[in-house]
Structures are given as structure tokens and as C-alpha cells.
């Protein structure tokens, strides 16, 4: 502590004061108010908080899947990190895994049921399912098979179809296709509106032996 009077470092303290060796003034320690110290530490937490709130309200979402309808990919239980600002300046594409709302959970009012799905269906496109494989066609008619690498836990099988997806909407399905609910089970709608999207699925943060990136396919 510097001395109030010539600056000096040179000082010692004594008998709840401070004397200057230099030029023998002496003044008084001064010590913070019990309600100053407890504002000093909890500062730094309500900061740390309030932006942990922000991040998680307008930047990442996370969510833990309860179920295995995205094995091998995600196992039950996982807990997954999803960019809320991904979609902000591109369109969600085909392959990827997003968290979004459940079209039949929205319909009964309750909008804090998360699903996990994987994009296989963009706006204008055609799904076909014929014995568990799945056909794409574009406006134009042109068909392509979807990719099937990431679907290890089972074999697909069934019919489903034709599903013709409406503008501003995706078609979505588990990789687990025997054991998942998704586009071709639900009640009120086969598809997910954009609006209802959270965020495209980034990382898994656990367990904490698997964190890492999930593979979305381009």
C-alpha cells in the first residue's frame, strides 16, 4: 500500500495503522464493509450466470435423448449440444441432426418436448418408403435413394408413403428406423416446420469418455 502522503511503498503496519518509514505518516487501514466483500464474491457469479442464461437461451441448446431411435449414431442417454444459430443464415440440409419441437407434443400445447431426428425430406421433395428403403424425388421427378450408412442398429423394413413435403418443412426419421417415432408416425402432421427447428445437433458433451463431434452429412 502506498503512503497517502509522499506515495511511498516503504511502510509497515502497526497497531491497526499503517506508518510510512520514509516520511513517519501513519493512517488508518481501511477495511471494506461486510456487505462490500460479499458483493466482491458474488459478483463474478451472477455475471457468469446471467451469460450461461444468454448462451443457452440464444446460442446452444442442449438435450438429453431418452431413447435409442438414433442408435448407433446417439446412444440412450446421451446429452447433446445443438447451434440455435445455425439456421440463421442458411437452410437446414439433408443429413442433418437437429433438436426441434414434436408436432404432436406442439398440438396438445406442450412445446417443451424436444425430439432428435435426422433430416431426410426437403421442402418440395417426395418420400417413398419400399421395403425400409428410402426413395427421394425432387419436383422434377428425379429419384435418388438416400444414404443408409449411418443406420447400423437394425435393418429397415416397411412401406411408407408417398410424402410430398410442404415449403418450409422437413421430413425426419431416426437412424434406429425399427424403433423411432418420427415423420411416419405422427398424428397431426408427417413433417416439422422450420419454425419449430431449435438448432442443428453439434456435439455430445456425455458421457464424457464420447464427447466429441456427431457426424452430419453434407
Known amino acids: 500500500m502506498k503512503c497517502e502522503k509522499c506515495k511511498s511503498k516503504n511502510n509497515k503496519e502497526e497497531n491497526g495503522k499503517f506508518i510510512c518509514e520514509d516520511c513517519g505518516a501513519e493512517f488508518e487501514i481501511k477495511k471494506n464493509s461486510p ?3 460479499t458483493l466482491d464474491f458474488l459478483l463474478p457469479i451472477i455475471i457468469a450466470l446471467i451469460v450461461a442464461m444468454l448462451l443457452k437461451t440464444f446460442v446452444f441448446a442442449n438435450a438429453v435423448v431418452p431413447t435409442g431411435s438414433m442408435l448407433n449414431t446417439i446412444q440412450e442417454g446421451d446429452r447433446v449440444i445443438a447451434s440455435r444459430i445455425e439456421y440463421n443464415w442458411s437452410d437446414p440440409e439433408r443429413y442433418d441432426i437437429i433438436i426441434f ?3 404432436d407434443e406442439v ?3 406442450n412445446e417443451k418436448e424436444f425430439y432428435v431426428k435426422r433430416i431426410i425430406g426437403l421442402p418440395g421433395e417426395t418420400i417413398t418408403i419400399v421395403n425400409g428403403v428410402v426413395y427421394i424425388a425432387d419436383a422434377n421427378g428425379n429419384t435418388q435413394q438416400a444414404r443408409d450408412e449411418f443406420i447400423t442398429a437394425c435393418t429397415p423394413t416397411g412401406n411408407f408413403g408417398p410424402y410430398v413435403v410442404p415449403e418450409d ?3 425426419v426419421m431416426g437412424d434406429n ?4 417415432i418420427d415423420s411416419r408416425y405422427w398424428l397431426t402432421t408427417n413433417y416439422v416446420k422450420r419454425d419449430l427447428i431449435i438448432g442443428k445437433v453439434k ?3 456425455y458421457p ?5 463431434k456427431l457426424d452430419n452429412f453434407e
Open 208 to 212: 464424457f469418455n464420447t464427447f466429441g
Open 35 to 37: 456487505l462490500k466483500e
Open 101 to 103: 419441437k414434436a408436432p
Open 177 to 180: 428406423r425399427e424403433s423411432s
Open 203 to 205: 456435439f455430445r458433451y
Open 169 to 171: 418443412s422437413y421430413f
Open 107 to 109: 398440438a396438445k400445447g
